[in-house]
């Protein structure tokens, strides 16, 4: 799993973007009923035989083995000898349960390979071994100089401080400061030859003995490790006491372009293969990754083997993916997650995002973390869906011994960026995952274990498993079973209708009467399409129930099949059209970005004409707004040097890194340039604060030019999503 720091782009982007693109599904759960749908013996069936002991068993090999690891603190990365070897393991269980063209699916990522490393202080007795980023590492004999610690690795923490061709010792905060990458950067640009690193919080809480890793969203331009909060004491004691001399050596094999990962893919044929629905998890990890991602490995084998067991026989072939490469895949984007999964359905089956009903991801599907009810994720089209295999179908099962007391909720929530979901989203393949409970705040599970060797088996619970085992086959084959698939385009409509602010749009010079006409429009010719799915549905019940002829249930399912085709490209359409990337993680309407800065940067003008800089009691000064800027990603500015936050800046944008930014491609819009102002009045701060007299006609001249430019933006933007409306409604009429 992907987890990044952006606590302040969510604070930043919450007003605009709360509604956007979040499913909704109805109220609560009901009280269930005995199933009366036609699938509903497979579904008792496959439950009867699901078996959580056998996902633990995988899970538990895929974690702890040796053979299947690369180093002593248990990692498997992007194109390492151990991730082969996992892959090996995996086809080979896949062949052992019967599955069907069992195949190793190669695909081209960045090699990574981490295989030991050391940090000594000449004098002690210090040997401490850290962990890595996705950075080269040294030569055998490392790098032996002076380790200078820099605080907090801001800029402002390297002033008088000598750090050239020394080691950098920084306390990193990539929950609420900034992600690995600017501290890195800022470190290189003060010409230091390498960087350690250690938790202050936000990540790695669980205890001071944790040492935390993450993608690097960089280039590589030096070597950067990460330690526990507890060694870093011990290097601070020997600093103190005058030892500061260290050799650091890592060996870390890094081949841009030179990786292969593999995709281990086994099927449970269906009747015809002329589509397939995906069950997925992602097997490389970090310091052993128990849950994140082993059991989910665990739970798709898992799902395949009670389908095995059952003797279940799909209508669409049932296809079970382990992808390689998600938590790191590529050097110098960051958007460098979620690669193998990118590969797999761009390159290596393109064919599959015509074919896809539906893809079902895990992610940390065994673990409890205090939640009372059980939610289901996916794309806001599915959510009706949810809401009848809940309310209505009779095929969900309660929680097993009632580890969710709510139950199973029919209101579902909307996908992130954090997991292989994305990829093949964005290449139109509607998706689902699991949710992992309530596993924010500093208590909660993220926070303290992810990625650290406290994601272990003791985290490990066997009714989560089941009840997600039980759940999400349930949830495979009423998609199987279901000749056209339930995919509501009118909750695409929803959060265009959400998205528009006409005020805003009308003082851009955009057409907010035509955006409005053009959803009403689209919103009328979906219905029309939810029309024809209920009926091909019901024709189809009625058929089997009945016991009409299996002539007359085989024209309804190709019916169905005709229908899902032309369902699956409209939802391509609304993911190439209409859906954006903010700062790699929220998920938007693409005019969003636009008028979330538009209406950020007028206030923050209002406060500058009103003198109002920073307003600590009401944070409605110009320096309490600016860091919002462009997703939140103007906060860098606030504490790291402007070289530094321009590198992230490039990495970010596809006009800038082209080729490199995988599934956020076509999905950004051109940032805000407004840093020059925000840093201008971040030095007219301390220049108050100095008793100094400020004006700020420079910057209010900035940000008004930016608003023209974001306003142009929004309205070109709208255009192309009013165009885009118009088609996909005729395309769907026409039906």
Same mark, same amino acid.
């Given at each position: 799993m992907k987890?990044?720091w952006?606590?302040?782009t969510?604070?930043a982007?919450?007003?605009?973007?709360i509604?956007?693109?979040?499913?909704?599904?109805?109220?609560?759960?009901s $009280?269930?009923t005995?199933?009366?749908l036609s699938?509903?013996?497979?579904?008792e069936?496959y439950v009867e !035989?699901?078996?959580?002991?056998? +996902?633990?068993g995988?899970a538990k090999t895929?974690?702890?083995?040796?053979t299947?690891?690369s180093?002593k603190?248990?990692w498997?990365?992007?194109?390492?000898d151990?991730?082969?070897?996992?892959?090996?393991?995996?086809?080979?269980?896949?062949g052992?349960?019967g599955?069907?063209?069992?195949?190793?699916v190669?695909?081209?990522?960045?090699?990574? %390979?981490f295989n030991?490393?050391?940090?000594?202080?000449?004098?002690? /007795?210090?040997?401490?071994?850290?962990?890595?980023?996705?950075?080269?590492g040294t030569d055998?004999?490392g790098?032996?100089?002076?380790i200078? /610690?820099v605080? &907090?690795?801001t800029a402002?923490?390297?002033?008088?401080?000598?750090?050239?061709?020394?080691?950098?010792l920084a306390?990193?905060?990539q929950?609420?400061?900034?992600?690995?990458n600017?501290?890195m950067n800022?470190?290189?640009?003060?010409g230091?030859?390498?960087?350690?690193t250690?938790?202050?919080g936000?990540?790695?809480?669980?205890s001071?003995?944790?040492?935390?890793m993450?993608d690097?969203?960089a280039e590589?331009?030096?070597?950067c490790?990460?330690?526990s909060k507890?060694?870093?004491?011990?290097?601070?004691?020997?600093i103190?006491g005058?030892?500061a001399?260290?050799?650091?050596?890592?060996d870390?094999?890094?081949?841009?372009?030179k990786?292969?990962?593999?995709n281990?893919?086994g099927?449970i044929? &269906?009747k015809?293969?002329d589509?397939?629905?995906?069950?997925?998890?992602?097997?490389? #990890?970090?310091f052993?990754?128990f849950?994140?991602?082993?059991?989910?490995i665990?739970?798709?084998?898992a799902?395949?083997?009670?389908m095995?067991?059952?003797e279940?026989?799909?209508?669409?072939?049932?296809v079970?993916?382990?992808?390689?490469s998600?938590?790191?895949g590529?050097?110098g984007?960051?958007?460098d997650?979620t690669? &193998?999964?990118?590969?797999m359905?761009?390159?290596?089956h393109?064919?599959?995002?015509e074919?896809?009903l539906?893809?079902?991801?895990?992610?940390?599907?065994a673990?409890?973390?205090d939640? !009372?009810?059980?939610?289901?994720?996916c794309?806001?089209e599915?959510?009706?869906?949810?809401?009848?295999? #809940?309310?209505t179908?009779?095929?969900?099962?309660?929680?097993?011994?009632?580890i969710?007391?709510?139950?199973?909720?029919?209101?579902?929530l909307g996908c992130?960026?954090?997991?292989?979901?994305?990829?093949?989203?964005?290449?139109g393949?509607?998706t689902f995952?699991?949710?992992l409970?309530?596993?924010d705040?500093?208590?909660?599970?993220?926070?303290?274990?992810?990625?650290?060797?406290?994601? /272990?088996?003791?985290t490990?619970?066997a009714?989560?498993?089941?009840?997600n085992?039980?759940?999400?086959?349930?949830l495979? @084959?009423?998609?199987d079973q279901?000749?056209?698939l %339930?995919l509501?385009? =009118?909750?695409?409509?929803?959060?265009?209708d959400?998205?528009?602010?006409e005020d805003?749009a009308?003082?851009?010079g955009?057409d907010?009467?035509?955006y409005?006409?053009a959803?009403?429009?689209?919103?009328?010719?979906a219905?029309g399409?939810?029309a !024809?799915?209920k009926?091909i549905?019901d024709?189809?019940?009625k058929?089997?129930?009945d016991?009409?002829?299996q002539?007359?249930?085989n024209?309804i399912?190709a $019916?169905?099949? +005709?229908?899902?085709q032309?369902t699956?490209?409209?939802?391509k359409?609304?993911?190439?059209d209409?859906? &954006? @990337?903010i700062?790699t993680s929220?998920?938007?309407?693409?005019?969003? +970005?636009?008028?979330?800065n538009?209406?950020?940067?007028?206030?923050?003008?209002?406060?500058?004409?009103?003198?109002?800089l920073?307003d600590?009691k009401e944070?409605?000064?110009?320096? /309490?707004?600016?860091w919002?800027?462009?997703?939140?990603?103007e906060?860098?500015?606030?504490?790291?040097?402007p070289? =530094?936050?321009?590198?992230?800046?490039?990495?970010?944008?596809? +006009?800038?890194?082209?080729?490199?930014?995988?599934?956020g491609?076509?999905?950004?819009? %051109?940032l805000?340039?407004t840093y020059?102002?925000?840093?201008?009045?971040?030095?007219?701060?301390a220049?108050?604060?100095?008793g $100094?007299?400020?004006?700020y006609d420079?910057? @209010?001249?900035?940000?008004?030019?930016?608003v023209?430019q974001?306003?142009?933006?929004?309205?070109?933007?709208?255009a192309?999503?009013?165009?885009a409306?118009?088609?996909l409604?005729?395309?769907?009429s026409?039906?």
């Amino acid at each position: 799993m992907k987890q990044r720091w952006r606590k302040l782009t969510y604070l930043a982007v919450a007003a605009a973007l709360i509604f956007a693109l979040t499913a909704c599904g109805g109220s609560e759960q009901s $009280e269930k009923t005995e199933s009366q749908l036609s699938m509903a013996s497979s579904v008792e069936k496959y439950v009867e !035989k699901v078996d959580q002991e056998y +996902a633990y068993g995988i899970a538990k090999t895929l974690a702890y083995d040796e053979t299947y690891l690369s180093n002593k603190l248990g990692w498997r990365t992007s194109g390492s000898d151990a991730e082969h070897k996992a892959a090996d393991y995996l086809a080979g269980e896949m062949g052992n349960l019967g599955l069907e063209d069992v195949e190793k699916v190669p695909v081209t990522v960045d090699k990574w %390979q981490f295989n030991d490393a050391s940090l000594t202080i000449e004098g002690t /007795d210090i040997d401490i071994m850290p962990a890595s980023y996705a950075t080269n590492g040294t030569d055998k004999d490392g790098i032996t100089a002076e380790i200078v /610690d820099v605080g &907090g690795g801001t800029a402002a923490e390297y002033t008088d401080k000598d750090v050239k061709g020394k080691i950098a010792l920084a306390g990193v905060d990539q929950w609420n400061v900034a992600w690995i990458n600017e501290y890195m950067n800022e470190a290189a640009l003060h010409g230091a030859a390498a960087i350690v690193t250690y938790d202050t919080g936000g990540y790695a809480t669980y205890s001071d003995d944790m040492i935390n890793m993450q993608d690097l969203c960089a280039e590589d331009v030096m070597p950067c490790v990460s330690i526990s909060k507890n060694q870093y004491k011990e290097l601070a004691k020997a600093i103190k006491g005058g030892k500061a001399k260290a050799t650091l050596k890592v060996d870390n094999v890094m081949e841009p372009d030179k990786g292969t990962s593999y995709n281990v893919v086994g099927k449970i044929k &269906g009747k015809s293969s002329d589509q397939q629905i995906v069950v997925s998890g992602h097997y490389d #990890v970090f310091f052993n990754g128990f849950q994140d991602d082993s059991c989910a490995i665990g739970l798709a084998l898992a799902m395949a083997k009670g389908m095995k067991d059952s003797e279940y026989t799909p209508e669409n072939d049932i296809v079970f993916v382990a992808h390689g490469s998600e938590e790191w895949g590529a050097i110098g984007s960051q958007f460098d997650w979620t690669t &193998g999964a990118w590969e797999m359905i761009n390159n290596a089956h393109p064919e599959w995002a015509e074919k896809t009903l539906a893809m079902i991801n895990f992610e940390l599907p065994a673990l409890y973390d205090d939640a !009372k009810q059980m939610q289901i994720s996916c794309v806001p089209e599915f959510a009706p869906l949810v809401k009848d295999l #809940v309310e209505t179908s009779g095929l969900v099962a309660d929680p097993v011994n009632d580890i969710y007391p709510k139950g199973i909720s029919s209101k579902t929530l909307g996908c992130s960026t954090m997991e292989d979901g994305v990829s093949y989203r964005a290449s139109g393949v509607p998706t689902f995952i699991n949710v992992l409970g309530s596993q924010d705040g500093e208590k909660g599970w993220m926070q303290q274990r992810y990625h650290t060797v406290a994601d /272990d088996e003791d985290t490990y619970n066997a009714d989560v498993m089941t009840t997600n085992l039980n759940t999400y086959g349930a949830l495979a @084959i009423y998609l199987d079973q279901t000749p056209a698939l %339930q995919l509501d385009l =009118t909750k695409t409509c929803d959060d265009l209708d959400k998205a528009l602010n006409e005020d805003i749009a009308t003082a851009a010079g955009a057409d907010a009467a035509a955006y409005k006409q053009a959803a009403t429009e689209l919103r009328t010719a979906a219905e029309g399409l939810n029309a !024809k799915i209920k009926d091909i549905n019901d024709r189809y019940e009625k058929a089997v129930v009945d016991g009409g002829s299996q002539e007359d249930v085989n024209a309804i399912r190709a $019916e169905g099949k +005709a229908l899902n085709q032309e369902t699956l490209k409209a939802f391509k359409a609304v993911q190439d059209d209409f859906i &954006g @990337i903010i700062d790699t993680s929220v998920v938007a309407v693409k005019h969003l +970005a636009y008028q979330n800065n538009i209406q950020v940067i007028s206030a923050i003008n209002a406060a500058l004409e009103e003198n109002n800089l920073f307003d600590e009691k009401e944070e409605t000064g110009a320096l /309490d707004l600016a860091w919002q800027i462009n997703g939140g990603s103007e906060s860098s500015y606030y504490t790291f040097s402007p070289q =530094t936050c321009q590198e992230s800046r490039r990495t970010l944008q596809e +006009a800038t890194n082209k080729g490199n930014i995988f599934w956020g491609t076509g999905k950004g819009t %051109q940032l805000a340039d407004t840093y020059k102002a925000t840093t201008s009045l971040l030095q007219k701060a301390a220049a108050l604060e100095a008793g $100094e007299k400020v004006t700020y006609d420079d910057e @209010i001249a900035i940000y008004g030019k930016a608003v023209k430019q974001q306003q142009k933006g929004l309205k070109d933007t709208m255009a192309a999503e009013i165009k885009a409306m118009k088609a996909l409604a005729q395309r769907i009429s026409a039906l």
